[in-house]
């Protein structure tokens, strides 16, 4: 559902597919003004309020889905002395997974990159199988259509193995796309179309995700960029 892509001098880019427009499309989009947000908000009401239940939505059936799956809530700081990507600290790997520095009681911290760390560490426990975490992390890189410096994500560890890992993605990203197609389709219907939504519906009854290994993918990169 996410490519295709192509090359373009060297760089790749994306060519969109049935349900997302070219990239190039999805740069000219600016956001509203921000001093005029409450404009906006009462403006374009409905949308707001879809975005709001769609949100909604995404949160009870992660809830659900974990629940069902045995996987316990973990509820974790986004203040902390651990980085998740320390090579950001000493220039070993790109700048834009820095993490934010504060000073919390004349110490040094961070803000969360990501829970990972605290998550591993919990399914240590013999007593503790898989457990997960709903919260915001903080990377300094700069907003545009690929980054955020402040997002919410769902960070998931488990003792299992590399293909039951992948199993469990797909009955996840399955679930929600059901239970928002479900409980959500008059919202929805604010940003797609009847036609969309029957793709995304295709999508949540997929049987079988075409795989492809990482040495694959790298010849192809390399074959398409001719580095």
Not at 55 to 80: H, Q, S
Not at 105 to 127: D, G, M
């Amino acid at each position: 559902m996410v490519g295709p892509y192509y090359t373009k001098g060297n760089k790749l880019a994306y060519a969109g597919n049935k349900l997302f427009k070219p990239l190039e499309e999805v740069r000219k989009i600016k956001p509203p003004d921000l001093s005029k947000r409450h404009i906006e908000i009462r403006k374009n009401s409905q949308k707001w309020a879809a975005i709001i239940k769609i949100w909604d939505e995404i949160f009870r059936a992660t809830i659900e889905f974990m629940k069902k799956k045995r996987v316990l809530f973990f509820d974790l700081p986004i203040t902390t002395r651990m980085i998740s990507s320390p090579g950001a600290l000493i220039g070993t790997i790109p700048s834009d997974v820095n993490p934010f520095e504060v000073k919390f009681f004349n110490k040094i911290t961070y803000l969360s990159q990501s829970s990972q760390l605290y998550l591993e560490f919990a399914i240590t426990n013999p007593q503790i199988n898989s457990v997960y975490f709903w919260g915001k992390s903080f990377r300094r890189e700069e907003a545009d259509f690929r980054h955020l410096p402040e997002f919410t994500h769902v960070e998931f560890e488990s003792n299992i193995d590399f293909e039951k890992n992948l199993q469990f993605q797909k009955d996840y990203l399955q679930f929600l796309v059901n239970s928002l197609i479900e409980n959500c389709e008059k919202e929805i219907l604010v940003f797609l179309t009847k036609k969309e939504i029957a793709e995304l519906d295709k999508f949540s009854k997929l049987e079988v995700f075409e795989k492809i290994t990482f040495h694959d993918a790298f010849k192809l990169l390399k074959k398409k960029n001719k580095k």
